[in-house]
């Protein structure tokens, strides 16, 4: 009678998440590695299995609009953990963090494309090392969600270095871009633009969330409907998301900006009279979102990539400079801190480094793409390994952090 | 940087939707009326205002798409109110009333329709009286959750009645439309291929799950992850929803199976360690998602089809027919019950009418489609008043039940 109707398909599809997922985050855990690791690890093998169901899975426009719906909850949730005030307190740091981990990468990725690739021009030495610089803060946030660890100052410094990170990316991207498409030249106001809008964005978002959030909360709280908090919790997640990516920015970056400006106190007038808190609210919505996310991210992974000719060497070089290049950007955390905890957090690469890439394939330089397939091939490898690695590296050291706090 | 991101407008048609959705239901319920009816009308005014963003959300994918898991999560909760048991000691009951309420309301359809329209052939009677017949369940099973009356005997026998509805509307549509194709013979076979499948479905789903409930259940609570409950039940109402619809049953059909199977003893693993039981995990996902059904709903109720020529008359014969013929029905429900409550509670008809009537649109009989506009209109006027009147009349019959009991 609905033969058309597209939930069908996402049914089954999202059955096979749910149940995946779940078994694999149990095995990860039984090996104790965290969950994300499993979820990211069962994708790759269902990936790899020549069953039409589960290739079909990769394309499906409604499972991939749910694992975008996925990330945005979890970055709010993470958010939620902590307040504007508190991320303030570790600004410098994270700065200091978030700008050597954008240099140092660009730098030593350049270079080793250079050493590697000689016969291909600048551009594409450039382009390489800009692949190198964005934090991918899902597979970080998840960790240290899943560990209870999202609370502390190296957490903070983390998420507050891969937002800021993100708009040194996504200026960089334009800079290179538009040196590309110039002939070489760089172009003051593009960058000024961009950078000014991104920036002007966490600005109002955070001083007027931080002014605006406890209001709607207390108008709401006297709205005579049930899930008045949730709505407006998520409605303003939701909100800010969208104005991040109006700005040009990730809308995870304004999701993340929502959590924290909303802090528990704002909805105590929901509380007091015994339902359940914002946190509480949001927690099974992203237990249904979140690991789809994570299994897709793991079944989209095409390993056969890495077999292309040529890929191998650069990909181990370009994963051992991204590597380095952030566990060096840790150093900036301060002695304070465990810097090599807030360096393993920055190591993931995700989207941003693929989205790099795949801009690189559509530009030419001298009539041919700045990325090829085996250069592509090299970024992602490099995108796989240091989002596989993360979690048990982090895991490892923020446990120590917890025995001796 | 991710311009093409789909999940950036909706973002911003889910803030609206959340906003208006929660204002609306406050004024609603101010008035004394269904939180639900609020959000209809809120959809109707904005689809009505010429603001081209509110227009896109007409035909925002994704927001179809939430909107659809939106009513399978709400029969999903309205299942977990009731079990297996529990229904089938209102099933005769239940047969009765959806027998006469797709059989009173077909009749008097037909001929009404040979009334009015005496030109056009008895296709065309036949087909207008079968959009009569399936009861839409979401908007009853709303009121009902949002009155706390779900577990009443009358709640049970509408949501049984209804299901029962849906595999005869099935029927019947696979009648009609083979008479039609194949000029005017039906075809037992297919007839009864078509009702083996979906009782089939409702047999092995409910004996099955029965048995398998507990014991998944039971498995699950032994897994060493976090979110095991929420994946498990939202897994099995996925599963039976993808099912059901393999059946030829509507996916909710499969959806309300699968809360009925589970029952809070079988989680009991997970509520004695101090997890929140399934009914609370699923509250806050329904919060989100099931607005976005009936806010989507008013919204793409097209109101000007209304004025086409010589639809009002037709539309007002065939809400009466609709009206009167469900209300007959309450009659079967017998006298332990409020019959006329039960009655109320089958007068909404949603989009089983609406896909009967395009599915009209593509049949031909000498020439013409058997559901032309003016035809599509009266159709669509039966729609949406039944659906509108239901909240209010429901509401005001099951309080005076609640005050008799």
Not at 39 to 49: N, P, Q
Not at 208 to 219: E, I, N, Q, S, Y
Request: charged fraction near 15%; aromatic fraction near 4%.
């Amino acid at each position: 009678m609905e033969g058309q109707d597209p939930v069908v398909l996402l049914c089954l599809h999202l059955t096979i998440v749910l149940f995946v997922g779940r078994l694999a985050g149990h095995l990860a855990n039984r090996l104790r590695q965290p969950a994300v690791l499993g979820e990211l690890v069962a994708g790759m093998v269902l990936g790899a299995l020549p069953i039409a169901l589960l290739q079909e899975m990769r394309t499906d426009a409604g499972l991939d609009l749910m694992a975008r719906l996925g990330v945005l909850l979890l970055l709010f949730q993470v958010g939620l953990e902590s307040t504007v005030r508190q991320m303030l307190a570790v600004g410098a740091a994270a700065m200091r963090v978030a700008t050597i981990g954008v240099v140092v990468p660009l730098v030593l990725g350049w270079l080793v494309a250079r050493a590697l690739l000689p016969q291909e021009p600048t551009a594409v030495h450039a382009f390489l090392g800009a692949t190198l610089t964005a934090t991918s803060v899902g597979i970080t946030a998840r960790v240290l969600r899943d560990m209870g660890t999202g609370q502390t100052d190296e957490a903070r410094l983390i998420l507050g270095a891969a937002v800021i990170d993100d708009v040194l990316g996504l200026v960089l991207l334009a800079v290179v871009t538009g040196a590309i498409a110039s002939g070489g030249s760089v172009q003051p106001l593009d960058v000024l633009f961009i950078s000014g809008k991104a920036i002007g964005f966490l600005a109002l978002a955070l001083s007027l969330g931080v002014w605006l959030a406890p209001r709607v909360m207390h108008a709401a709280s006297r709205l005579h409907a049930s899930g008045a908090l949730l709505a407006t919790g998520l409605g303003l997640c939701f909100a800010l998301a969208w104005l991040a990516a109006v700005a040009g920015l990730a809308p995870i970056v304004g999701a993340f900006a929502a959590g924290l400006v909303l802090e528990d106190i704002h909805y105590r007038d929901f509380t007091d009279r015994g339902e359940l808190g914002l946190e509480k609210l949001v927690a099974p919505i992203g237990e249904l979102f979140v690991p789809v996310f994570f299994v897709l991210m793991g079944l989209r992974t095409d390993l056969t990539g890495f077999l292309t000719p040529g890929v191998p060497l650069l990909a181990f070089a370009l994963v051992a400079v991204a590597i380095g290049g952030k566990i060096v950007a840790g150093l900036g955390a301060g002695r304070r801190m465990d810097r090599l905890a807030v360096g393993l957090g920055m190591i993931p690469r995700g989207e941003v480094g693929l989205i790099f890439a795949s801009i690189g394939q559509g530009l030419h330089v001298a009539g041919k793409p700045v990325i090829n397939a085996q250069t592509y091939g090299a970024v992602l490898a490099m995108v796989v390994v240091t989002t596989l690695i993360t979690p048990p590296l982090l895991r490892w050291r923020m446990a120590r952090l917890g025995q001796s706090a």
